[in-house]
């Protein structure tokens, strides 16, 4: 009896194996989790059964075992699920779950509470509601609804908010205006939880340096400034990390990405908005603004692209000082060239020569494929003691592919040239399409940008840029996060420049400052170089073309000739077939189960029994069928038209 027993579990445990790793797809590893899976599986259906034969389990006919078999399948899948989930948060956590227990509760429950405040908040603002929701309206309830939320809810919220109304070309000016009132309400870190960070860092603070100010240069949302002296008399300025600030944005940043995913599965305006890319890149973002090495190796980055005899200044990192939560950097003499005034004591002459270094880093830095500073706004560029801009705050930098720096090239071509094909080339070189592009349509709109985007003083718009990115958008061209930081550079580097030297002639300083590989791709400087360039870059296809019209007129003439029609060769036709055949699928499972379970339901229970196994397994397919066709029903009502 025993031995048959074992056998029979035996047996249930190997076929359940393998129907679970069939229907889920494994083909290979994972056998110690599916076996686990099985065997919680089949103690559940066993179970199951002697609640329902009233511990009877032994009398149950051999015709039974199929329907035994589908139950130990359909509990094991569950189990691997979960196992599945466990072994996830346990390789994100770092093994930290099985060392201190106690600590990943507190964590979860924490995380979890985060997680249901924040729900609460955007169904209070009403992110769910339907109605007023276009993002292009300006005062619509959507933008109203999303700052509102990111406000209550505080912390890295009220960060991506910031990031959002500093980007309208992504978001729309509509919900950049609403959320441009969301602001920083950062009180300093306690100055002993300060010191407690720096020495666990770099040991005892007075070891380190002979002068430290308790009192806060600047507070932020992740870090926070001192000014301070070494003991080897160097006066450098201390960049702290806020202390628990790493596991508050990580939880944070999770929280972030259900929301998104919610938001982007339940509403169209998140969707139109690619708020679920927005949430990815700011994300990335953030966490390299959690470790300050990231920031340290920009810096030096800098340091070497700068010229000896340029008139600019980046402060040195001092790197035995400075790890991921402390950065440790020379401090710039001097003030902000924002400060009012500032300029004005510099001759016409002197502001040109410093806008023209800027100008020449910047564009050397992107034509090469280098880091650049991403952030290149007034407050992050200081007027040294020795009449240098001084750069500061590499925490957000740039770089661009191959395709890319080819982009920016066509990209000024066409500003030179007021050439709206070359624009058009670039951005279809660099971003995806997601719809059929009409060419002619976008070099019309491109055509109408370009008659505005030189003021009446000669001078380049800056706004330009931004618009081309709308513009791009409206077409369904999606350009990658790196193409937008360019832009967005772009646009702060223009308003900095016109600070810097009023009626500045940004086109033309390019020509004259980005180098040899800018200056002989960007503008050609006569007619023979252009020809030259041109025959450079068609010469390959004229060369092919007799052939290839040779070919084609040879296949005419035998009949071989042929068109062909691609179906769903679109992304939309694609997921509109790909949506209505799972439709269909599901609503075919969930009505054959429902009858399925309909018809068990009607067999008589045998006497004695207080539910018959049949009564069981119909009620639980029942319960599922019902839950399949509901959510079916509601997926095809909520769909917008």
Request: hydrophobic share 50%.
């Amino acid at each position: 009896m025993v031995l048959r027993l074992v056998l029979v579990s035996l047996g249930v445990i190997l076929a359940a194996a393998w129907i679970v790793r069939r229907l889920l797809g494994i083909s290979r590893g994972r056998w110690a989790a599916t076996l686990t899976a099985v065997v919680l599986g089949e103690a559940a259906s066993v179970g199951v059964l002697n609640f329902v034969t009233d511990d009877q389990i032994d009398h149950i006919s051999w015709r039974w075992f199929p329907v035994g078999l589908v139950m130990v399948a359909a509990f094991s899948m569950v189990a691997f699920a979960l196992l599945e989930m466990l072994a996830g948060m346990r390789t994100r956590r770092r093994g930290q779950a099985l060392l201190h227990p106690v600590a990943t509760v507190r964590r979860l429950v924490a995380r979890a509470r985060r997680y249901a405040q924040v729900s609460i908040i955007a169904v209070r603002n009403g992110l769910w509601r339907p109605g007023n929701d276009d993002p292009q309206i300006a005062g619509s309830r959507l933008g109203r609804s999303l700052a509102a939320t990111f406000e209550d809810a505080g912390g890295l919220f009220v960060k991506l908010g910031q990031a959002m109304a500093s980007q309208p070309q992504l978001v729309t000016p509509a919900i950049a205006a609403a959320m441009s009132r969301l602001a920083d309400n950062v009180a300093p870190a306690d100055a002993a939880e300060v010191r407690a960070v720096i020495e666990d860092e770099l040991g005892p603070l007075e070891d380190v340096f002979a002068d430290f100010s308790t009192q806060p240069a600047g507070a932020a949302s992740i870090a926070q400034t001192h000014f301070a002296t070494l003991r080897d008399g160097r006066r450098v300025v201390v960049k702290v990390q806020r202390p628990g600030i790493r596991e508050s944005v990580e939880r944070d940043l999770d929280i972030l990405s259900r929301l998104v995913d919610r938001l982007d599965r339940s509403t169209g305006w998140a969707r139109s908005l690619g708020l679920k890319e927005l949430s990815a890149g700011f994300a990335e973002s953030t966490r390299e603004e959690l470790d300050f090495r990231f920031e340290a190796a920009n810096v030096l980055a800098a340091r070497q692209a700068v010229e000896p005899a340029a008139p600019i200044h980046i402060p040195d990192v001092m790197e035995e000082f400075s790890t991921s939560r402390v950065l440790v950097e020379e401090r710039v003499t001097g003030a902000s060239i924002a400060a009012p005034g500032l300029l004005d004591g510099l001759g016409a002459e002197r502001r040109r020569e410093l806008a023209d270094a800027l100008l020449a880093l910047m564009v050397r830095q992107m034509a090469a494929g280098e880091r650049f500073h991403a952030d290149p706004h007034p407050g992050n560029i200081f007027l040294d003691e020795d009449g240098r801009l001084a750069l500061i705050d590499f925490g957000a930098v740039g770089r661009l592919g191959r395709f890319e720096r080819s982009g920016l090239i066509d990209l000024l071509r066409g500003l030179q040239s007021d050439d709206p094909t070359l624009l058009r080339q670039a951005a279809l070189a660099i971003g995806l399409p997601t719809t059929r592009v009409d060419a002619d349509a976008l070099d019309r709109d491109l055509a109408r940008l370009l008659s505005r985007a030189s003021r009446p003083d000669g001078t380049l718009n800056p706004d330009v840029f931004m618009d081309f990115v709308t513009v791009f958008r409206d077409y369904g061209i999606v350009l990658p996060r790196t193409t937008m930081t360019l832009f967005r550079t772009l646009v702060t580097l223009v308003q900095t420049i016109e600070l810097i030297a009023p009626g500045y002639e940004l086109v033309a300083g390019v020509r004259r400052l980005g180098g040899e590989v800018v200056a002989q791709h960007v503008m050609p400087g006569n007619l023979r170089e252009f020809v030259q360039q041109e025959a450079l870059t068609f010469g390959p296809l004229l060369k092919r073309l007799p052939r290839d019209i040779d070919d084609v007129a040879r296949s005419l003439v035998r009949g071989e000739l042929r068109t062909r029609v691609s179906l769903f060769s679109e992304p939309e036709d694609v997921r509109a077939a790909s949506r209505m055949v799972n439709r269909m699928v599901m609503g075919l499972i969930g009505t054959g189960l429902a009858v399925a379970s309909a018809i068990l339901l009607t067999v008589t229970s045998r006497p004695g029994q207080r539910v018959g196994l049949e009564t069981v397994v119909g009620a639980i397919g029942l319960s599922f069928a019902t839950l399949l066709l509901l959510r079916l029903i509601v997926q095809i009502l909520r769909e917008p038209d």
